[in-house]
């Protein structure tokens, strides 16, 4: 698989529902960092970890880096319908430095 | 809170054409980026900008792409001469390296859509 790919390709859940996403890179990392994106607009930044941490939190984000495994996972706790969006990993080899995206995780989260 | 601002949001151009997309990055932000989507596809880098000049550049940024910081707080991305594959969503983003974090903050995008 190339840099920062995602899994599942897509996923659907109900109202208050967690969804959970992973991203796996091939190559050492500073940075990795998730977007969302909702349809047809712009990249909102969501949380960024760094290579010598294994867990954030961000209200009801809550992200994972495993950099033994080369992955992280993006957990979204009690899922809103206004969750509904594309979800990116991007990764970094420096701060500064280019960010390599992944294929992104569809999340339909439905009423 | 500051944001990165593009113009235009939509722009239609026909083939051959060069155009000018904007950006205008967060204020304090030294770092600049172009990156670009074409539909339904990944996010891909572009190149990124430092100091007034280029810091690194991919293998889609070919000989028909300039980058350009004009005055003090516009950064613009030219495309010479416009392809059908130019067809994308375009993406402006900055970082702020005194922050010590390596977060970049994306702009809204510019569609083109050339014919």
């Known amino acids: 698989s190339q840099q920062g790919e995602e899994d599942p390709q897509a996923l659907s859940i109900q109202e208050g529902e967690n969804a959970t996403m992973n991203c796996s890179y091939k190559?050492?990392?500073?940075?990795l960092q998730w977007y969302r994106q909702n349809s047809g607009r712009g990249l909102v930044h969501l949380i960024l970890i760094r290579s010598n941490e294994r867990e954030k939190h961000s209200g009801r984000l809550r992200v994972t880096l495993d950099t033994s495994k080369k992955s992280s996972s993006l957990l979204i706790t009690a899922s809103r319908a206004a969750d509904t969006a594309s979800y990116f990993c991007a990764t970094g080899k420096a701060a500064g430095n280019k960010l390599t995206f992944g294929g992104g995780t569809r999340v339909l989260v439905k009423p | 809170e500051p944001e990165v601002t593009q113009t235009p949001s939509h722009q239609v151009t026909q083939m051959g054409q060069e155009v000018i997309l904007r950006c205008v990055p967060i204020s304090n932000h030294l770092y600049f980026y172009w990156y670009r989507q074409i539909l339904g596809q990944k996010v891909e880098f572009l190149v990124s900008?430092?100091?007034?000049?280029?810091?690194?550049k991919s293998e889609i940024f070919d000989d028909q792409f300039s980058v350009e910081r004009p005055d003090g707080s516009n950064f613009t991305l030219k495309i010479r001469s416009t392809k059908l594959e130019d067809s994308a969503m375009y993406f402006c983003a900055s970082h702020d390296p005194g922050s010590h974090q390596e977060t970049q903050y994306f702009g809204p995008g510019t569609r083109l859509l050339v014919l």
């Open positions: 900008f430092y100091n007034n000049e280029i810091s690194e």
């Open positions: 190559t050492s990392i500073n940075n």
